[in-house]
């Protein structure tokens, strides 16, 4: 032990003597392909399968986000209208409108949502039915085609965004519905604004547990590593991601506050 310190001290006044005080290197600027990780993947999982197309309604202590009919509990960026299309009980993502958020916030709570890549999706890789949900504004679960399409596995769907891949690949292919049950605990934060306690995450897909109580370190950003600023609580932020290839929809979006 008492070896090491010795070589850790002296490796430090080497450092130390390589560097005037002030001089210290710029940091290399970050590329997105530097926060992302290929292997290994996720193994596939073929999820249940429903007999019938049928919708289960919300319990009765849910906050009904989208019942089908409108969207009246969502806006825009700026406060102005939700301008995605709504069509045959469920909405589809129109890339002009950009993201969509709900005008309510929240902290603590159970999310359900069920989410369709069409039948005829292009593209590959993160330019194939991308979207996603961001809990309270700031941390995205991925929404992607992940099936038989390969990206880097903490970007692709079940991933909490360049932090954590899902535990396993559950997708349904594209045309059918894939189903998220997401309990989040937001996080508290210390006076000089780090987490006191991490916010954290469960994510259920199509029945199967992706994301375990995982620990989120910070927001999920394209480009370099998470961030920690303090914040309250936050809306659902639902993504247009902009791609060029067919839109994705959502029908059955409920809440239960935790
Ligand atoms: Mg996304």
């Not at 450092?15 to 596939?44: C, H, L, R, V």
């Not at 319990?59 to 299309?85: M, R």
């Not at 480009?223 to 902009?242: T, Y």
Request: hydrophobic content about 35%.
């Amino acid at each position: 032990m008492k070896k090491v310190l010795i070589l850790s001290g002296t490796l430090l006044m080497v450092a130390n003597m390589g560097f005037a005080q002030d001089k210290y290197p710029e940091p290399m600027p970050m590329k997105p392909q530097m926060s992302e990780y290929w292997t290994p993947q996720p193994p596939i999982v073929t999820p249940g399968t429903a007999t019938t197309n049928a919708v289960m309604s919300a319990p009765s202590d849910a906050i009904v986000l989208f019942d089908g009919k409108d969207l009246s509990k969502w806006q825009n960026n700026k406060g102005g209208t939700a301008g995605w299309n709504v069509h045959d009980g469920v909405v589809t993502v129109n890339k002009k409108a950009g993201d969509i958020i709900t005008k309510q916030s929240f902290g603590d709570f159970q999310l359900h949502l069920e989410w369709q890549i069409p039948e005829n999706i292009t593209g590959t890789s993160q330019a194939r039915g991308n979207s996603g949900v961001f809990l309270q504004d700031k941390y995205e679960i991925q929404i992607l085609d992940s099936y038989n399409n390969e990206t880097y596995v903490n970007g692709q769907t079940g991933s909490v965004y360049k932090q954590a891949p899902p535990l396993v690949n559950p997708i349904r292919k594209p045309g059918e519905w894939n189903i998220y049950d997401i309990i989040y605990k937001a996080p508290t934060f210390t006076k000089d604004g780090k987490y006191r306690t991490n916010p954290t995450v469960t994510v259920i897909l199509n029945g199967v547990v992706v994301q375990n109580s995982t620990i989120i370190i910070g927001t999920t950003e394209y480009i370099g590593f998470p961030k920690v600023a303090p914040h309250e609580n936050g809306p659902i932020r639902l993504q247009s991601h902009g791609d060029p290839s067919e839109p994705i929809s959502f029908r059955n979006i409920w809440l239960r506050e935790l």
